[in-house]
């Protein structure tokens, strides 16, 4: 059984919160409409953050998210709040509690859905379509989202934002654009993974009363989460540290494998992060004509000149960066690579036969389009770290679907290889074999600027030969890089920061 690690708080899918709401129930005699009283308080005094003089408009279905909606509403009118209730679907398909709860409001209040019904509204409350729906919204949902959308009012979503797939964070269809979200009990993984992320706008989560058996949201005979959220406290706690007898090697040794004739400046981003992320001792691995520019730029780190053809990597090249492991460390292979076919057959070798941990990134992904397979038998411990345009090509799936299935992808892309795949983006997600995936909390925009993902693989890469094992230095060197951006763009400003900005943060991003 894939369980998670005790510095991820569990996200838990729909599936697992309606087996624990229901525990709840029928183990703990809290009864339903209690929950939804609950529920209901909590997303009412989120609206009144948003609500101004003119009414606040309750778009409520048939199911128990409407049900929170109506307790909202009544709530809010006791609190002197003009309230406008706007029903979309059949009234004779109510869930119990939610018929239970709309025959408390008054009847003025409520009227069919029609975009009209939104006019001089302040606040809209999305509580259309619970957090167990999935696939494209039909109708009559579609248009009301749709109108609700155009209205341009700020929403506060009722435990998810309609349209999006709380399990997965997926849109295929029409989604509202919440300016808040209150969720109930424990945020779900597709409030943390976009595109639902970034539909979600600000979450909070609502205690509504369910203890906690086992972890957040866990009920008896419900399957754990494979999906959480990082915590950065508890994950960094992990991180090691030098001592008084630590040696240059003990620290971490890290081989940095690209480069060529005018793409320098990846290895070299590479390598100084490395060091700034605790490597004791790094070696530039690049082609012969790239050596004397990559050592100009790296005081601290050594350089080995390898074959070359043309400027690039050859096969042949590989060989001396076998030996070099046979000091231990770690191996990143990548930055600034190239695509020529000897540096595609260098790539493969070194994936082959290299025993120590290896990252690969950049180029070295390209090697792989659409043969993640050959990954899965190798001797020693990998990761992956592509955006979504290289996950693209290493599944042989356009990157819209990517962009679309992001969760999916990462899962699927660790699954074929048997490496730990790191998708990158605000919610940058890390996947093992097993289907566990950690989710960022978020970063900055700053570091959308060339040469960042570069940062990352050195900053991973020094973990890793640290001896970290390969999932949590993946998700501590996100973490790292993500909090050394954060500190660079409120030096520089997000348009100003780049990526050697963020390795000159790393080690403040690091507890002390």
Not at 311 to 334: I, P
Not at 404 to 414: D, G, T
Not at 464 to 480: D, K, N, T, V
Request: include cysteine; charged fraction near 15%; aromatic fraction near 4%.
């Amino acid at each position: 059984m894939a369980i998670l690690p005790d510095w991820l708080d569990p996200l838990p899918d729909a599936a697992a919160q309606r087996a624990t709401d229901a525990w709840a129930i029928d183990d703990l005699g809290i009864p339903s409409l209690v929950l939804m009283e609950r529920a209901g308080h909590g997303l009412a005094e989120a609206v009144l953050a948003h609500a101004g003089a003119g009414p606040v408009v309750v778009a409520c279905g048939p199911g128990n998210n409407g049900g929170d909606g109506f307790v909202a509403a009544r709530l809010l009118a006791r609190w002197g709040h003009a309230v406008r209730v706007l029903l979309v679907g059949d009234p004779a398909r109510f869930t119990p509690d939610a018929r239970a709860t709309h025959d408390q409001l008054d009847p003025a209040w409520i009227q069919p859905f029609s975009p009209a019904g939104l006019h001089g509204a302040t606040v809209v409350v999305d509580a259309l379509l619970g957090t167990g729906t999935s696939g494209a919204p039909r109708p009559p949902f579609d248009a009301a989202i749709d109108a609700i959308r155009a209205s341009g009012l700020p929403v506060v979503a009722a435990d998810g934002p309609s349209g999006v797939d709380a399990s997965t964070g997926e849109a295929p269809g029409p989604a509202i654009a919440a300016t808040a979200t209150t969720t109930f009990a424990a945020a779900k993984p597709g409030l943390w993974i976009d595109p639902g992320k970034a539909h979600a706008g600000t979450v909070t989560v609502i205690d509504i009363g369910i203890p906690a058996h086992d972890g957040p949201a866990a009920a008896p005979g419900v399957a754990p989460p494979t999906v959480g959220l990082v915590d950065d406290d508890r994950l960094l706690a992990l991180l090691p540290g030098r001592g008084a007898s630590s040696t240059k090697f003990a620290s971490g040794f890290v081989l940095v494998a690209g480069g060529a004739v005018g793409l320098t400046g990846a290895p070299v981003l590479t390598a100084t992060a490395a060091m700034r992320a605790g490597a004791g001792y790094v070696t530039a691995c690049v082609p012969a004509p790239a050596q004397p520019v990559v050592a100009m730029h790296t005081l601290e780190v050594m350089s080995r000149a390898l074959p070359d053809e043309d400027g690039g990597h050859t096969e042949a090249g590989a060989e001396d960066v076998l030996e070099l492991t046979e000091r231990g460390g770690a191996l990143v292979v990548g930055p600034g690579l190239g695509r020529t076919p000897g540096a595609v057959a260098f790539a493969r070798r070194l994936a082959a036969e290299a025993t120590v941990p290896l990252l690969i990134d950049a180029d070295g992904l390209f090697a792989f389009a659409e043969d993640l397979l050959a990954l899965a038998g190798r001797p020693g411990p990998t990761v992956l770290t592509p955006h979504e345009g290289e996950m693209g090509r290493l599944l042989g799936w356009p990157s819209d679907e990517v962009r679309a299935r992001r969760l999916h992808a990462v899962r699927e892309a660790a699954h074929r290889s048997g490496a730990v795949v790191l998708l990158k983006g605000d919610d940058t997600l890390v996947a093992r074999p097993d289907g566990v995936v950690a989710v960022s909390p978020g970063a900055t925009p700053a570091l959308a600027t060339a040469g960042t993902g570069d940062v990352l693989s050195g900053v991973i890469g020094a973990l890793l030969a640290q001896g970290l094992e390969p999932f949590a230095a993946a998700c501590a060197g996100m973490r790292l890089h993500a909090r050394a951006g954060l500190a660079a763009a409120a030096d520089r400003g997000v348009q100003g920061v780049i990526a050697s900005d963020v390795v000159e943060r790393l080690p403040a991003a690091r507890p002390h």
